[in-house]
């Protein structure tokens, strides 16, 4: 029997954020332009407009480099990233309404 074409996975916009759930959630992705830096975050403007807070710890890698362990995360950003950067990030849902980036990738403009 054929498969409902309406069962499959609609693609993704990268900027929408599932339902509401448990506790933490895994592998969200988000692309956009960076508009903004301060401290331990990066904020992100998607393709429709929308200013998310990606959280940034250690154990975030930027363009597949830690930030090393010894390192001032609000220094590193600055060094790695700059306002109007493209970027895809991977990040997960932590206590419901926190984004912690697991990756920050630049893309090419």
Same mark, same amino acid.
């Given at each position: @029997?054929?498969?409902?074409?309406?069962?499959?996975?609609?693609?993704?916009?990268?900027? %929408? @954020?599932?339902? /509401?759930?448990?506790?933490?959630?895994?592998?969200?992705?988000?692309?956009?332009?960076?508009?903004?830096?301060?401290? +331990?975050?990066?904020?992100?403007? +998607?393709?429709?407009?929308?200013?998310?807070?990606?959280?940034?710890?250690?154990?975030?890698?930027? +363009?597949?480099?830690? $930030?090393?362990?010894?390192? +001032? $995360? %609000?220094?590193?950003?600055?060094?790695?990233?700059?306002?109007?950067?493209?970027?895809? /990030?991977?990040?997960?849902?932590?206590?419901?309404?926190?984004?912690?980036?697991?990756? $920050?990738?630049?893309?090419?403009?």
């Amino acid at each position: @029997m054929p498969q409902d074409p309406s069962m499959q996975e609609p693609p993704s916009s990268g900027s %929408q @954020m599932p339902g /509401t759930g448990g506790s933490q959630m895994q592998g969200q992705e988000l692309s956009g332009s960076v508009v903004a830096m301060r401290r +331990d975050k990066v904020y992100i403007k +998607d393709q429709n407009g929308a200013v998310v807070p990606i959280g940034v710890n250690h154990s975030t890698q930027i +363009d597949g480099k830690p $930030i090393e362990k010894h390192r +001032d $995360i %609000q220094s590193h950003l600055k060094r790695e990233l700059k306002e109007g950067d493209q970027v895809r /990030t991977r990040f997960n849902v932590e206590k419901t309404t926190e984004n912690m980036a697991s990756s $920050i990738e630049k893309m090419s403009k």
